[in-house]
């Protein structure tokens, strides 16, 4: 039945008529690989020439990469895991309080992806909040847990200064000045998907997440260190990002795809479920201001002889995030609705 959380607790023994793909649209887990080459940056590293390559390299050719020694301590990524693991486990009447499927509420607990839009379900539950500024959404956060909010405030003002360094090194990659986008996406917004994916009874029938590309500017991932799931789409072939300790997964969002004017992209990424365990991962999405307008960094597509254009049309973030709510996932990426002619 869509619209009903499927963190009951109880091990599902059947998967509902509802998640069941069709033949053309399952995951194929056995044609998966594993990416031997999948990058894997040192933040820490004090060569700022060869950072500033290594991340070329990554979001040019995966838009999606690992970083460690990104500063955010372990015991904060700890205590975030666990106090996620302790609110999915919470009784379904205490967490039916936060349910909603109406994807403009700023805090709310909701399943598969968009309920009201998709014909298919997806094996997901997931808490959405705004993390940023704290002030203004703390109070709509979950009192229970009560550490909940202590916890993901800490968090999530750390991963945003991560978001920050990552975006300065992504300037400097394209030749940009170092606070171009900054500069270019505003005051930044800050969402938090934490997702929690339950074993699954048929993993091969069914998916946590459809494929998709992320509508945001940047995503700092924090996945599960011991269950796999995310796959990324690289030349055709899927591939699994196993996870690594103590790292964080990034990946560039639609917005830095169109401000690069499609020289990094923004690659098309799914979970898959699994019979054994629960997964849980933690996105938190950096967002252009509401007002940002995105247009593709003039650098790099204005020739001299003045005849290129950029490859998408200007547009404000809040054009370009109602056109994404009012999708299913199982479309074309949402970028190509704002490409010029
Ligand atoms: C997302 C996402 C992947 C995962 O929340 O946008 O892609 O591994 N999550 O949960
Ligand atoms: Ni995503």
Known sequence: MAGKLISTGLRHTTLPGNYVRPISDRPRLSEVSQLEDFPLIDLSSTDRSVLVQQIHQACARFGFFQVINHGVSKQIIDEMVSVAHEFFSMSMEEKMKLYSDDPTKTTRLSTSFNVKKEEVNNWRDYLRLHCHPIHKYVHEWPSNPPSFKEIVSKYSREVREVGFKIEELISESLGLEKDYMKKVLGEQGQHMAVNYYPPCPEPELTYGLPAHTDPNALTILLQDTTVCGLQILID??????????????????????????????????????????????????????DCAVMSPAKPLWKAEDNETKPIYRDFTYAEYYKKFWSRNLDQEHCLENFRNN
């Open 236 to 289: 055709g072939q899927w591939f699994a990002v196993n996870p690594h300790p103590d790292a964080f997964v990034i990946n560039i969002g639609d917005q830095l795809q169109a401000l690069s004017n499609g020289v990094y992209k923004s690659v098309w990424h799914r979970a898959v479920t699994n019979t054994e365990n629960p997964r849980l991962s933690v996105a938190s999405f950096l967002c252009p201001a």
